[in-house]
Nanobody
Framework: QVVLVESGGGLVQAGGSLRLSCAAS????????MGWYRQAPGKQRELVAG???????NYADSVKGRFTISRDNAKKLVYLQMNSLKPEDTATYYC?????????????WGQGTQVTVSS
């Protein structure tokens, strides 16, 4: 079954950087488009960065120029390098397929990793 494990979150001051990692198992990783999503309290989950199976990337306007998504197909890992962090980047960050993967009859979501940016 699908398992995605996010790590690398933490507390950082505004202007700082973090690198998130996501380890995938239970899927044919190399053929899946992948993405990083985030959900802030009281807000809907949103896709902030996506990377296709061939390595093409796309970003939400709010993070463009500050975040970089990458992947290592051999290791089944997806990364999100986050620079120039802002308080509004505070959220729980999740990796998933783009679109999100199915686990049985429901969309799969892992535990996520918390990112808190202090002003």
């Amino acid at each position: 079954q699908v398992v995605l494990v996010e790590s690398g979150g933490g507390l950082v001051q505004a202007g700082g950087s973090l690198r998130l990692s996501c380890a995938a198992s239970g899927i044919i990783f190399s053929i899946n488009n992948m993405g990083w999503y985030r959900q802030a309290p009281g807000k809907q989950r949103e896709l902030v960065a996506g990377i296709s199976s061939s390595g093409n990337t796309n970003y939400a306007d709010s993070v463009k120029g500050r975040f970089t998504i990458s992947r290592d197909n051999a290791k089944k890992l997806v990364y999100l390098q986050m620079n120039s962090l802002k308080p509004e980047d505070t959220a729980t960050y999740y990796c998933n397929g783009d679109p999100p993967l199915w686990s049985g009859w429901v969309r799969y979501w892992g535990q996520g990793t918390q990112v808190t940016v202090s002003s």
